[in-house]
């Protein structure tokens, strides 16, 4: 047998096989076999008809019928002897019988792409920090009693503290209903620092029943209004909860006696919530860099497989495990794209400097995680090493927080303040 190997491009390689006839014997023998399983020959019991009578009868479609079978026997025998790792299966492109003389055939098939991995020492990386403030302090106490304020009917809208219920039909310029530009059920927040300002001034005073007519600057066009007619259905008064022991309770689930510790509490969760939300920053722009500086090729296939699991995630979404019936497959699969390709470069990448710098997860690694989760699902430590030792997921993680954590201490991080008001919940 003679074999040649057409490097197609970086990721995709083609394999030619040609093979003589008197190679094929142990192949086609196999054939006869499976054949003579179900052939019924006057004479001759199920299973036990001679190779060489099959082949009298038989031969031309027993062997022709054979070949895809034969091609990916060879194939799998070729990757092992070669210690080629394809990305997924081989593809048949190309196949020639010559009955009795040889047999021709292709397999196109992809890899990991050759690659070197630049600069991932070295890197020049900005690290945001979130201050926790007053002021934060401030919003987050103000949307948890907005979380969990009640609402009293009212028949007027005195002030900002009221929620406004309508049924809202689009008008032409000259004042005529649009039809099919209707929505029911519209509330307005008045204190919603996001309400657009003209929307907010016009629903001042507006009263159960009434009817208002709404006016609002174009977002397309600024020179153009677009007219609006509210019909009121209900009117709501917030009332925010007394910043007392029994609101505090209620939303941490522990006794705080003072507003103090209730501030002081909210305080460590916002810090908290900030410094993963750094971290998180800060691998971001590490991954990033390290793309910008590493141009690889990536195989289709593994593109493929994120965008399957993409899709797979939005199955799971549903108890059925179905797409959304106005789902659109193709077109979510061309938008989401570029972020598999750029989710495969980051995978490559990671795992060439995890090969360069020899990381693995240690018996070592693994306590910490191992005794944090004993006492967190109250499981004796025992059991979970023995279930997190043969669990990949687990090391998948640790490897990845070992390499993360590698990078950070070999780049050049620059702190920023981020000084931006920046509402996180608690």
Not at 55 to 61: F, L, N, P, R, T
Not at 81 to 93: A, V
Not at 270 to 288: C, F
């Amino acid at each position: 047998m003679e074999f040649k190997i057409n490097q197609l491009d970086k990721c995709k390689q083609e394999v030619e096989f040609d093979i003589p006839y008197s190679e094929l014997g142990p192949h086609f023998e196999k054939a006869y076999k499976k054949y003579s399983e179900k052939v019924s020959i006057p004479g001759f019991r199920k299973g036990k008809v001679p190779f060489h009578i099959l082949k009298k009868m038989y031969g031309d479609a027993i062997e022709q019928g054979s070949l895809e079978d034969v091609a990916n026997d060879v194939f799998k025998e070729y990757i092992k002897n070669n210690k080629i790792k394809p990305l997924g299966e081989g593809s048949l492109t190309d196949m020639n019988y010559d009955a009795g003389k040889k047999f021709t055939f292709k397999v196109q098939y992809e890899i990991k792409p050759e690659f070197e991995v630049n600069n991932y020492k070295g890197l020049e990386i900005t690290k945001t920090i979130y201050p926790v403030d007053d002021h934060s302090i401030d919003d987050e106490v103000g949307y948890l009693r907005s979380k969990n304020a009640a609402y009293e009917k009212a028949e007027k809208a005195i002030d900002d503290n009221f929620v406004i219920t309508a049924d809202v039909q689009r008008l032409d310029d000259t004042g005529v209903p649009i039809i099919g530009e209707t929505e029911k059920d519209v509330k307005f927040y008045l204190n919603d620092e996001g309400l657009n300002k003209e929307l907010k001034e016009q629903l001042k005073n507006a009263a159960d029943s009434e009817e208002v007519i709404l006016s609002v600057t174009s977002q397309n066009d600024k020179d153009k209004k677009e007219k609006y007619k509210a019909k009121i259905t209900k009117i709501e008064k917030i009332i925010l909860p007394e910043l007392k022991p029994e609101f505090f309770n209620k939303i941490y689930k522990k006794e705080i006696n003072n507003e103090e510790e209730f501030r002081n509490r909210i305080k460590e969760d916002l810090e908290n919530i900030y410094k993963n939300m750094s971290e998180q920053d800060l691998r971001d722009n590490i991954v990033n860099e390290l793309i910008k500086l590493n141009d690889i090729p990536v195989p289709d296939i593994l593109v493929e497989n994120i965008l399957n699991s993409y899709i797979e995630d939005i199955k799971n979404q549903n108890p059925k495990r179905e797409l959304p019936p106005d789902f659109n497959e193709e077109e979510y699969r061309k938008t989401k794209r570029v972020d598999a390709i750029l989710q495969v470069k980051w995978y490559l990448i990671r795992d060439k400097i995890i090969e360069i710098e020899k990381m693995e997860v240690t018996d070592e690694d693994m306590e910490p995680v191992i005794e944090a989760d004993s006492k967190k699902y109250n499981i004796p430590v025992d059991k979970i090493r023995n279930v997190y030792k043969n669990n990949p997921d687990v090391k998948y993680k640790l490897l990845d927080k070992k390499l993360i954590d590698f990078l950070v201490q070999n780049s050049n991080i620059k702190e920023v303040v981020h000084t931006h008001e920046h509402k996180v919940t608690a």
